[in-house]
């Protein structure tokens, strides 16, 4: 064979179509499970695939929604650059507290966290999309720091701590609103 000729495919390559119709159905299933479980079978049911193109595109049915949630966050809450730390903070603060209250991403992140406190498997998943969410926070506390508009000394991880802290308190508790106002007041509270 020769070096510049292409090796053929072995596998089906994934269709955008079908990828994207798994991923809505995972991330709505999960919005409406109210608690029950979601299975691979109810995916591809739902997505019009068969379970094998699941297992053939993701090991595992967490890395399904792991992807769906992480995607909907990064369409939904874009990482903003206004050119300061404020305006940066408060657009992905307002971004993200918008985001997070309608429907898939509400009732989907709702029904994760209620089981990621039995299934081991789901806490690590929550995990693993915190850790995406807080390098999105880490991204625009570094940025102003390096542009000297946070001093070098202040402690990046408990500010992120503070903020996401605050939204989760705030999404689950829902006693107070998660509103424009309300990501003016916790920017002004980080970098105050």
Do not use: C
């Not at 690590?124 to 991204?139: D, I, K, S």
């Amino acid at each position: 064979m020769n070096s510049k000729e292409a090796r053929p495919h072995t596998g089906r390559r994934r269709n955008e179509a079908a990828r994207r119709a798994i991923l809505d159905a995972a991330l709505h299933l999960l919005a409406d499970s109210d608690g029950a479980p979601v299975s691979v079978e109810t995916i591809a049911r739902a997505a019009g695939v068969g379970k094998q193109t699941l297992y053939r595109w993701w090991p595992s049915k967490g890395a399904v929604l792991l992807e769906a949630l992480t995607e909907r966050a990064a369409q939904d809450v874009p990482s903003p650059d206004t050119g300061s730390l404020p305006g940066d903070l408060r657009a992905l603060a307002t971004a993200t507290f918008q985001a997070a209250q309608g429907p898939p991403t509400a009732p989907a992140l709702r029904t994760l966290v209620r089981e990621a406190a039995r299934d081991p498997h789901l806490a690590e998943l929550m995990a693993t999309f915190t850790e995406t969410r807080r390098a999105a926070v880490r991204l625009i506390l570094e940025r102003g720091r390096d542009r000297g508009e946070l001093p070098a000394d202040r402690d990046i991880d408990l500010m992120i701590d503070q903020f996401y802290g605050f939204f989760w308190y705030r999404f689950l508790l829902g006693h107070a609103p998660l509103d424009a106002t309300t990501a003016q007041d916790i920017t002004d509270s980080l970098l105050g």
